[in-house]
């Protein structure tokens, strides 16, 4: 590992900002280079310094501004060879595993010792794979779901998923569809497909398993 580790951190909340700015500054080999609030913002600061390593939040909505899933995949296409770690209150197994299908080297738990960056940059910055202590845990209680349950989740596909996440959190179809960079016609069909496979019968139902399955918090 270099000498000098460059790293970008994002979130939208103040309070997680400085508690990862204060534990970096613990870990010698890290330089910070630049803290974002939000998704627009990270974008812009890769423009400016590219970093080795980004520690970002997964859901930092705003109007505009990219979050979650299609922010990560802008991050790929900008920073390719740069590593990155997720910070996420989401446990969902589902919602884990489209975090690494969409880049993500790994994956904490907010709710997890911050102290335990330092050993997730270790292990991404030698080519390992890092899931938090509550990712495992989740991981293992997701094999005590039902079947069904589990199965349909596994179902959806990564813009289902990503629909699901945004709708539930109270986003309208149109502000999904400005947000995804995609037609209403196909957020709609890709909400009522997601709520086939999970079998939500109207919205009540979709919030509800929502909430069950920890796809919004």
């Known amino acids: 590992m270099q000498s000098s580790l460059k790293v970008l951190i994002a979130d939208d909340h103040p309070i997680v900002l400085l508690g990862l700015e204060q534990t970096l500054a613990r870990i010698p080999f890290v330089r910070l280079v630049g803290k974002a609030h939000d ?24 109007e505009d501004t990219p979050d979650g899933l299609i922010l990560f995949r802008h991050i790929r296409r900008l920073a390719p060879h740069c590593k990155l770690i997720i910070l996420t209150m989401l446990d969902n197994v589902a919602f884990v595993e489209s975090m690494l299908k969409s880049g993500a080297d ?47 989740l596994r179902a959806l596909s990564q813009r289902e998923l990503e629909v699901m996440r945004l709708y539930s959190a109270g986003r309208c179809i ?16 890709q909400k009522k497909s997601a709520m086939e496979k999970i079998g939500a019968r109207n919205d009540m139902e979709l919030f509800q398993l929502a909430r069950e399955l920890h796809l919004i918090v």
């Open 174 to 189: 149109t502000e999904i569809a400005q947000q995804l960079n995609r037609s209403v016609k196909t957020i709609s069909h």
């Open 106 to 152: 790994g994956v904490m738990n907010k709710q997890d010792d911050l102290a335990d960056i330092a050993e997730a940059i270790q292990a991404v910055m030698v080519g390992r794979q890092y899931l938090g202590r509550s990712v495992l845990e989740a991981r293992a209680l997701a094999g005590q779901m039902p079947d069904e349950e589990i199965g349909g």
């Open 39 to 62: 998704g627009r913002q990270l974008l812009q600061m890769l423009h400016e310094d590219m970093p080795d390593l980004i520690v970002s939040d997964y859901s930092m909505p705003g």
